[in-house]
Protein backbone atom coordinates (compact mmCIF):
# COMPACT_ATOMS: atom_id res chain seq x y z
CA UNK A 1 0.00 0.00 0.00
CA UNK A 2 1.23 3.20 -0.65
CA UNK A 3 1.20 6.41 1.92
CA UNK A 4 -2.20 7.77 -0.23
CA UNK A 5 -3.53 4.58 0.30
CA UNK A 6 -2.54 4.27 3.68
CA UNK A 7 -4.17 7.73 4.26
CA UNK A 8 -7.79 6.74 3.43
CA UNK A 9 -7.66 3.85 5.44
CA UNK A 10 -6.18 5.23 8.67
CA UNK A 11 -9.45 7.85 7.63
CA UNK A 12 -11.98 5.49 7.76
CA UNK A 13 -10.33 3.58 10.96
CA UNK A 14 -10.93 7.16 12.20
CA UNK A 15 -14.97 7.26 11.22
CA UNK A 16 -15.24 4.38 12.97
CA UNK A 17 -14.55 4.87 16.53
CA UNK A 18 -17.59 6.68 17.06
CA UNK A 19 -19.73 3.40 15.81
CA UNK A 20 -22.79 3.40 17.91
CA UNK A 21 -23.94 -0.71 17.93
CA UNK A 22 -27.37 0.13 19.40
CA UNK A 23 -28.42 2.93 17.18
CA UNK A 24 -26.52 0.91 14.21
CA UNK A 25 -28.84 -1.94 15.24
CA UNK A 26 -31.76 0.23 15.69
CA UNK A 27 -31.41 2.34 12.24
CA UNK A 28 -31.39 -1.54 10.22
CA UNK A 29 -32.62 -4.62 11.55
CA UNK A 30 -36.08 -2.79 13.00
CA UNK A 31 -39.34 -2.60 10.69
CA UNK A 32 -39.46 -1.14 7.82
CA UNK A 33 -36.18 -2.59 7.04
CA UNK A 34 -36.92 -5.63 9.33
CA UNK A 35 -40.43 -6.37 8.63
CA UNK A 36 -41.05 -10.24 8.18
CA UNK A 37 -44.76 -9.71 7.43
CA UNK A 38 -43.41 -7.78 4.12
CA UNK A 39 -41.56 -9.74 1.49
CA UNK A 40 -40.25 -7.19 -0.14
CA UNK A 41 -38.50 -6.10 3.36
CA UNK A 42 -34.36 -6.07 2.85
CA UNK A 43 -33.73 -8.36 5.71
CA UNK A 44 -35.90 -11.15 4.64
CA UNK A 45 -34.36 -10.70 1.51
CA UNK A 46 -31.33 -10.94 2.83
CA UNK A 47 -32.07 -13.63 4.71
CA UNK A 48 -34.08 -15.83 1.62
CA UNK A 49 -30.18 -15.86 -0.47
CA UNK A 50 -28.56 -16.56 2.67
CA UNK A 51 -30.95 -19.65 3.34
CA UNK A 52 -31.33 -20.89 -0.32
CA UNK A 53 -27.08 -20.38 -0.80
CA UNK A 54 -26.58 -22.90 2.25
CA UNK A 55 -29.14 -25.13 1.44
CA UNK A 56 -28.01 -25.98 -2.59
CA UNK A 57 -25.50 -28.57 -1.39
CA UNK A 58 -22.29 -27.09 -3.09
CA UNK A 59 -21.49 -24.91 0.30
CA UNK A 60 -19.93 -27.35 2.94
CA UNK A 61 -16.64 -28.22 5.36
CA UNK A 62 -15.91 -27.72 8.57
CA UNK A 63 -15.40 -23.86 9.48
CA UNK A 64 -17.59 -20.63 8.38
CA UNK A 65 -15.97 -17.38 9.04
CA UNK A 66 -17.69 -14.43 9.15
CA UNK A 67 -16.35 -11.30 8.08
CA UNK A 68 -16.64 -7.92 9.48
CA UNK A 69 -19.61 -9.03 11.75
CA UNK A 70 -20.65 -5.70 13.53
CA UNK A 71 -23.28 -6.05 16.10
CA UNK A 72 -25.22 -8.74 13.78
CA UNK A 73 -25.82 -12.04 14.15
CA UNK A 74 -28.58 -12.45 10.81
CA UNK A 75 -26.01 -13.90 8.52
CA UNK A 76 -25.28 -17.15 9.90
CA UNK A 77 -28.42 -18.37 11.03
CA UNK A 78 -28.35 -20.64 7.99
CA UNK A 79 -24.96 -21.16 7.90
CA UNK A 80 -24.49 -22.79 11.67
CA UNK A 81 -26.76 -25.26 10.22
CA UNK A 82 -24.21 -26.51 8.11
CA UNK A 83 -21.01 -26.07 9.64
CA UNK A 84 -19.78 -27.16 12.90
CA UNK A 85 -17.58 -24.11 13.93
CA UNK A 86 -18.92 -20.53 13.24
CA UNK A 87 -15.96 -17.36 13.72
CA UNK A 88 -17.21 -13.99 14.41
CA UNK A 89 -14.82 -11.13 13.63
CA UNK A 90 -15.15 -7.84 13.74
CA UNK A 91 -12.52 -4.36 14.11
CA UNK A 92 -14.30 -2.36 16.75
CA UNK A 93 -14.28 -3.78 20.76
CA UNK A 94 -18.01 -2.53 20.98
CA UNK A 95 -18.78 -4.90 18.27
CA UNK A 96 -17.30 -7.90 19.30
CA UNK A 97 -18.73 -6.82 22.99
CA UNK A 98 -22.22 -6.91 21.99
CA UNK A 99 -22.47 -10.44 20.40
CA UNK A 100 -20.58 -11.59 23.80
CA UNK A 101 -23.59 -10.33 25.30
CA UNK A 102 -25.87 -12.26 23.03
CA UNK A 103 -23.57 -15.59 23.42
CA UNK A 104 -23.55 -15.52 27.31
CA UNK A 105 -27.26 -15.17 27.23
CA UNK A 106 -27.44 -13.10 30.32
CA UNK A 107 -30.23 -10.25 28.56
CA UNK A 108 -28.14 -6.52 27.96
CA UNK A 109 -28.52 -7.16 24.36
CA UNK A 110 -29.45 -4.29 22.07
CA UNK A 111 -31.81 -5.87 19.72
CA UNK A 112 -33.93 -8.97 20.17
CA UNK A 113 -32.71 -11.55 17.33
CA UNK A 114 -35.62 -13.81 18.22
CA UNK A 115 -37.84 -12.85 14.58
CA UNK A 116 -34.88 -13.46 13.01
CA UNK A 117 -34.67 -16.87 14.17
CA UNK A 118 -38.35 -18.10 13.92
CA UNK A 119 -37.71 -16.39 10.08
CA UNK A 120 -35.37 -18.84 9.65
CA UNK A 121 -36.90 -21.91 11.07
CA UNK A 122 -39.72 -20.83 8.58
CA UNK A 123 -37.19 -20.76 5.65
CA UNK A 124 -36.22 -24.27 6.92
CA UNK A 125 -39.58 -25.76 7.09
CA UNK A 126 -39.69 -25.57 10.75
CA UNK A 127 -41.90 -24.67 13.09
CA UNK A 128 -41.20 -21.08 14.30
CA UNK A 129 -40.92 -22.29 17.82
CA UNK A 130 -37.74 -24.29 16.84
CA UNK A 131 -36.39 -20.95 17.33
CA UNK A 132 -35.00 -21.55 20.69
CA UNK A 133 -33.13 -24.57 18.92
CA UNK A 134 -31.68 -22.79 16.66
CA UNK A 135 -30.35 -20.23 19.16
CA UNK A 136 -28.68 -23.14 21.07
CA UNK A 137 -27.36 -24.47 18.04
CA UNK A 138 -25.62 -21.21 16.78
CA UNK A 139 -24.43 -20.33 20.78
CA UNK A 140 -22.70 -24.37 20.44
CA UNK A 141 -21.28 -23.85 17.08
CA UNK A 142 -19.62 -19.89 17.57
CA UNK A 143 -16.08 -21.10 18.10
CA UNK A 144 -15.16 -17.42 18.97
CA UNK A 145 -15.15 -13.33 18.10
CA UNK A 146 -11.96 -12.06 16.98
CA UNK A 147 -10.59 -9.01 15.94
CA UNK A 148 -10.15 -8.87 12.39
CA UNK A 149 -9.07 -5.91 9.72
CA UNK A 150 -9.73 -6.50 6.27
CA UNK A 151 -7.35 -4.00 4.84
CA UNK A 152 -4.08 -5.94 6.24
CA UNK A 153 -2.72 -8.68 4.13
CA UNK A 154 -3.19 -11.28 6.51
CA UNK A 155 -6.40 -10.03 8.57
CA UNK A 156 -6.46 -12.56 11.20
CA UNK A 157 -4.24 -13.34 14.12
CA UNK A 158 -2.24 -16.02 12.91
CA UNK A 159 -3.43 -18.71 15.02
CA UNK A 160 -7.21 -18.13 14.44
CA UNK A 161 -7.78 -20.16 11.52
CA UNK A 162 -6.04 -23.86 10.81
CA UNK A 163 -3.51 -23.54 8.34
CA UNK A 164 -5.94 -25.14 5.59
CA UNK A 165 -8.04 -21.54 5.71
CA UNK A 166 -12.28 -21.57 6.26
CA UNK A 167 -14.43 -23.07 3.84
CA UNK A 168 -16.95 -20.44 3.77
CA UNK A 169 -16.67 -17.09 3.77
CA UNK A 170 -19.84 -14.59 4.28
CA UNK A 171 -19.70 -11.16 4.50
CA UNK A 172 -22.10 -7.94 4.52
CA UNK A 173 -22.61 -4.72 4.46
CA UNK A 174 -18.38 -4.76 5.41
CA UNK A 175 -16.10 -4.30 2.46
CA UNK A 176 -17.42 -1.25 0.93
CA UNK A 177 -17.87 0.42 3.97
CA UNK A 178 -14.78 0.26 5.21
CA UNK A 179 -12.69 0.96 2.41
CA UNK A 180 -11.40 4.61 1.22
CA UNK A 181 -12.12 3.37 -2.86
CA UNK A 182 -12.66 0.81 -5.04
CA UNK A 183 -9.31 0.08 -5.42
CA UNK A 184 -9.11 -0.87 -1.42
CA UNK A 185 -12.09 -2.58 -1.73
CA UNK A 186 -10.80 -5.03 -3.96
CA UNK A 187 -7.28 -5.48 -1.98
CA UNK A 188 -9.79 -6.09 0.92
CA UNK A 189 -11.68 -9.08 -1.32
CA UNK A 190 -8.16 -9.89 -1.81
CA UNK A 191 -6.96 -10.08 1.40
CA UNK A 192 -9.71 -12.12 3.14
CA UNK A 193 -9.39 -14.51 0.30
CA UNK A 194 -6.27 -15.41 1.53
CA UNK A 195 -8.32 -16.62 4.49
CA UNK A 196 -10.14 -19.21 2.49
CA UNK A 197 -9.31 -22.59 1.18
CA UNK A 198 -9.00 -23.13 -2.65
CA UNK A 199 -12.64 -23.73 -3.71
CA UNK A 200 -14.21 -23.03 -0.81
CA UNK A 201 -17.06 -20.19 -1.10
CA UNK A 202 -17.71 -16.64 -0.66
CA UNK A 203 -20.95 -15.07 0.22
CA UNK A 204 -20.95 -11.51 -0.27
CA UNK A 205 -23.65 -9.36 0.51
CA UNK A 206 -23.38 -5.75 -0.07
CA UNK A 207 -24.48 -2.06 -0.80
CA UNK A 208 -25.20 -0.77 -4.38
CA UNK A 209 -24.91 2.89 -5.01
CA UNK A 210 -24.41 4.06 -1.29
CA UNK A 211 -22.00 7.21 -0.79
CA UNK A 212 -22.42 7.29 3.40
CA UNK A 213 -24.35 5.58 5.80
CA UNK A 214 -24.75 6.85 9.37
CA UNK A 215 -23.03 4.45 12.38
CA UNK A 216 -24.83 6.51 15.24
CA UNK A 217 -26.72 9.98 15.74
CA UNK A 218 -23.93 12.37 13.56
CA UNK A 219 -21.78 9.39 12.62
CA UNK A 220 -21.86 9.63 9.01
CA UNK A 221 -19.28 6.78 7.25
CA UNK A 222 -18.38 7.15 3.90
CA UNK A 223 -18.90 3.97 1.70
CA UNK A 224 -17.71 3.26 -1.82
CA UNK A 225 -20.44 3.64 -3.88
CA UNK A 226 -20.37 0.59 -6.16
CA UNK A 227 -22.17 -0.98 -9.00
CA UNK A 228 -22.93 -4.32 -10.51
CA UNK A 229 -20.07 -4.60 -12.62
CA UNK A 230 -17.43 -2.86 -10.70
CA UNK A 231 -18.37 -5.97 -8.02
CA UNK A 232 -18.06 -8.73 -10.81
CA UNK A 233 -14.52 -6.70 -11.78
CA UNK A 234 -13.36 -6.76 -8.37
CA UNK A 235 -14.34 -10.62 -7.71
CA UNK A 236 -12.64 -11.59 -11.00
CA UNK A 237 -9.50 -9.87 -9.97
CA UNK A 238 -9.56 -10.67 -6.49
CA UNK A 239 -9.18 -14.78 -7.36
CA UNK A 240 -13.29 -15.95 -7.02
CA UNK A 241 -15.38 -17.48 -9.63
CA UNK A 242 -18.96 -16.31 -9.57
CA UNK A 243 -21.46 -18.51 -9.39
CA UNK A 244 -24.70 -16.07 -8.68
CA UNK A 245 -25.27 -12.06 -8.76
CA UNK A 246 -28.59 -11.08 -7.37
CA UNK A 247 -29.80 -7.75 -6.97
CA UNK A 248 -32.20 -6.04 -4.91
CA UNK A 249 -33.65 -2.53 -5.11
CA UNK A 250 -34.84 -0.95 -2.18
CA UNK A 251 -38.41 0.29 -2.05
CA UNK A 252 -38.91 4.35 -2.06
CA UNK A 253 -40.21 3.61 2.06
CA UNK A 254 -37.01 1.41 2.94
CA UNK A 255 -34.93 4.79 2.10
CA UNK A 256 -35.05 6.18 5.88
CA UNK A 257 -32.73 8.30 5.88
CA UNK A 258 -29.75 6.35 7.67
CA UNK A 259 -27.83 6.00 4.32
CA UNK A 260 -27.78 6.48 0.73
CA UNK A 261 -28.22 3.21 -0.48
CA UNK A 262 -30.52 2.25 -3.39
CA UNK A 263 -29.76 -1.44 -3.92
CA UNK A 264 -28.03 -4.66 -2.18
CA UNK A 265 -26.25 -7.29 -3.97
CA UNK A 266 -25.86 -10.84 -3.18
CA UNK A 267 -22.64 -13.08 -4.58
CA UNK A 268 -22.02 -16.36 -4.59
CA UNK A 269 -18.77 -17.30 -5.60
CA UNK A 270 -15.60 -19.68 -5.25
CA UNK A 271 -12.41 -19.10 -4.38
CA UNK A 272 -10.37 -20.94 -7.03
N1 LIG B 1 -21.97 -7.23 8.98
C1 LIG B 1 -22.82 -6.29 9.71
C2 LIG B 1 -24.11 -6.10 8.97
O1 LIG B 1 -24.37 -6.85 8.04
O2 LIG B 1 -24.91 -5.23 9.34
C3 LIG B 1 -22.10 -4.97 9.99
C4 LIG B 1 -21.72 -4.16 8.79
S1 LIG B 1 -21.16 -2.52 9.22
C5 LIG B 1 -21.82 -1.58 7.90
C6 LIG B 1 -19.44 -2.52 8.82
C7 LIG B 1 -18.60 -3.26 9.86
O3 LIG B 1 -17.24 -3.25 9.45
C8 LIG B 1 -18.64 -2.62 11.24
O4 LIG B 1 -19.04 -3.60 12.17
C9 LIG B 1 -17.21 -2.19 11.50
O5 LIG B 1 -16.81 -2.27 12.84
C10 LIG B 1 -16.43 -3.14 10.61
N2 LIG B 1 -15.09 -2.63 10.23
C11 LIG B 1 -14.63 -1.36 10.25
N3 LIG B 1 -13.36 -1.31 9.81
C12 LIG B 1 -13.01 -2.58 9.50
C13 LIG B 1 -11.82 -3.18 9.02
N4 LIG B 1 -10.72 -2.46 8.73
N5 LIG B 1 -11.80 -4.53 8.85
C14 LIG B 1 -12.90 -5.27 9.12
N6 LIG B 1 -14.06 -4.77 9.58
C15 LIG B 1 -14.11 -3.43 9.77
Redesign the pocket.
Known sequence: MGLGAENG?AA??AC?QR?DPAA?LQY?YTPPRADFERKDSIVPWKLACLHRAFTEGDVSGELLV???????L??VLSGCEVFNKVLL????EV?RQELRGWLQDEGGCSLDWTPFLQHVCKLEGRRPSAWTEKAAKLRQVIMDIVH????CPQ?LALDALPSAGADCLV????LE??SPDLAAFTRALGNIGRLLRPGGHLLL?GALGESY?F?GPGVKIPVVPLNEAQVCASLKESGYTLIRLEVYTLPQDMRVGVDDVSGVFFVKAMKE
Open positions: VMAYFYNDIGSGPTYQTDFLNIDVHPSCFCSVIYG
